[in-house]
């Protein structure tokens, strides 16, 4: 159980282009996703957190009119990146966490994203 | 949540346990010890977790300190494939759950 999953599992666009991530959890309800960061040789950063039905909270630095992140059931979450430019390529990681007081009480991650910008 | 220190890397013959240290002196008493590990561009994978009590499941145990201030996770056997980045993070749980902030753990090797 509690498998995420993310769509595609990788990218390759042009600078300016917007771009569409998909995260799914296959097998139980999450109220709420996360979407992290990970550039080469770092470790992951946390870029924004989404209740469902609710508007995303993003952490300090990001910019949210940039990455727009909709949670707009509870198995999907999708984090668009606006015009992208060189300096967005990275990992792009969610996770999801399940209903309160059960085993999906905690966050499982999806395999990741990697996102290249030419 | 409180912040943690763990070695930047750490070798384990195959076969052998590999013991990950990690310090959280200044954990308050609502907050879990979580560990999570990351093999080469993958998603992070939940291991273990624990409050205060000694943890054990299929993958790993978790030893923490009476005092909490440490914790240590053990891989009873280790195998080549176990060579990741292992993350120790300390949050707040259950009603109150904490977002799980990353450092940047320990690269563990296992090597033949």
């Known amino acids: 159980g509690a498998v995420v999953s993310q769509h595609p599992s990788w990218v390759i666009c042009k600078s300016g282009t917007s771009v569409k991530i998909e995260c799914r959890s296959l097998?139980?309800?999450?109220?709420?996703m996360f979407w992290y960061r990970q550039f080469p040789k770092q470790s992951l950063m946390l870029m924004a957190t989404s209740n469902e039905g609710s508007k995303a909270t993003y952490e300090q630095g990001v910019e949210k009119d940039k990455f727009l992140i909709n949670h707009a059931s509870l198995t999907l979450s999708t984090l668009t990146v606006t015009s992208a430019h060189p300096e967005d390529s990275s990992f792009y990681i969610c996770?999801?966490?399940?209903?309160?007081?059960?085993?999906?009480?905690?966050?499982?991650f999806g395999p990741g994203t990697r996102l290249t910008v030419l | 949540d409180a912040k943690t220190t763990q070695p930047t890397s750490m070798d384990c013959a195959e076969g052998r346990a590999a013991n990950l240290p990690c310090n959280h002196s200044?954990?308050?008493?609502?907050?879990?010890v979580y560990w999570y590990r990351q093999i080469h561009s993958q998603g992070p994978q939940y291991i273990i977790h624990?409050?205060?009590n000694n943890e054990t499941n299929e993958m790993a145990s978790l030893i923490i300190t009476e005092d909490r201030k440490s914790s240590t996770l053990i891989l009873p056997h280790a195998t080549l494939r176990d060579t990741a980045v292992y993350y120790c993070i300390v949050r707040t749980g259950g009603t109150s759950y904490g977002k799980l902030t990353f450092g940047q753990g320990t690269i563990l090797t296992v090597h033949p």
């Open positions: 097998d139980f309800q999450a109220t709420t």
């Open positions: 624990g409050l205060k």
């Open positions: 996770s999801a966490r399940g209903l309160a007081d059960s085993y999906y009480n905690e966050q499982f």
């Open positions: 200044t954990i308050s008493g609502n907050e879990y």
